[in-house]
């Protein structure tokens, strides 16, 4: 489905990625993992178009996507979610999918399409789709299960997350994990996984691949990488 190879992006005279290469095969879920600072988020930005490689290669089933613009990558099926998520405060929850849903398709979306893909979005992260449900009543959980609703809308192919599960309470994590292997199950999804804590990050991932200072350190299975690597950058 997916394939990095020797994905670099400088900022003037840093380097935040170097080198990097993984791939992720159809249906699977790859957890991209390392501490703060080692380039999960900007190989994120890169493999979403919010940046342009400085070299290496990203490609979509066989397709080059590096430097493409993010419509373009969305387009093509992939979404993402970010760590902080930002939406329209002002818009009920279905709108803020709807919006997703419109844009965010390979396809013409009538607006009906777009409601009704909207509606089951929501469904899927356990949120209310009625116009009565505003963002203002979301806490951090709700929205978490906004920002990946609004990535789900898009119908995508390939999901990227980023640390879904940060700063929300041990039940709506199983909620959340719920949801993503029911996506992987039933919808064969492949999804790239951001995540620190370890039992999310194990209950979810069949692969993993280790970065350090924008480079990869390791990957393979849990059962392959050693203890101490795990230690140094999953939380428990």
């Known amino acids: 489905m997916l ?3 020797g994905l670099t992006k400088r900022f003037g005279g840093f380097t935040a990625v170097s080198g990097v290469s993984f ?10 993992i390392g501490p703060n600072g080692s380039g999960k988020s900007t190989t994120f930005n890169l493999i979403a178009g ?9 490609r979509l089933k066989g397709e080059e996507i590096g430097g493409l613009l993010p419509a373009s990558i969305c387009h093509r099926g992939i979404a993402r979610t970010f760590q902080i998520p930002r939406p329209f405060r002002k818009l009920s929850l279905l709108e803020n999918v709807a919006i997703a849903a419109f844009y965010g398709q390979d396809r013409k979306v009538s607006r009906e399409q777009a409601y009704a893909a909207a509606a089951d979005a929501l469904g899927l992260v356990q949120l209310p789709a009625g116009p009565e449900a505003r963002v203002d009543g979301l806490g951090a959980a709700g929205l978490k299960k906004l920002e990946l ?9 390939l999901l ?3 640390e879904p599960t940060e ?3 041990p039940n709506v994590v199983q909620q959340i994990g719920d949801v993503v292997e029911k996506l992987r199950g039933e919808r064969n999804m492949t999804v790239l996984l951001v995540e620190q804590k370890l039992p999310f990050a194990r209950r979810l991932a069949q692969h993993f691949c280790i970065l350090e200072r924008g480079r990869v350190a390791a990957s393979g299975k849990m059962s392959e990488l050693t203890n101490e ?4 950058y999953l939380k428990v």
């Open 50 to 58: 919010l940046h342009a490689p400085s070299a290496g290669s990203v």
């Open 3 to 5: 394939e990095v190879s």
């Open 23 to 32: 791939s992720v095969a159809e249906g699977e879920i790859l957890g991209l």
């Open 229 to 232: 690597l795990v230690d140094r």
């Open 160 to 162: 990227l997350l980023d």
């Open 149 to 157: 609703a609004r990535a789900l809308a898009t119908g995508p192919k």
């Open 167 to 169: 700063g929300i309470q």
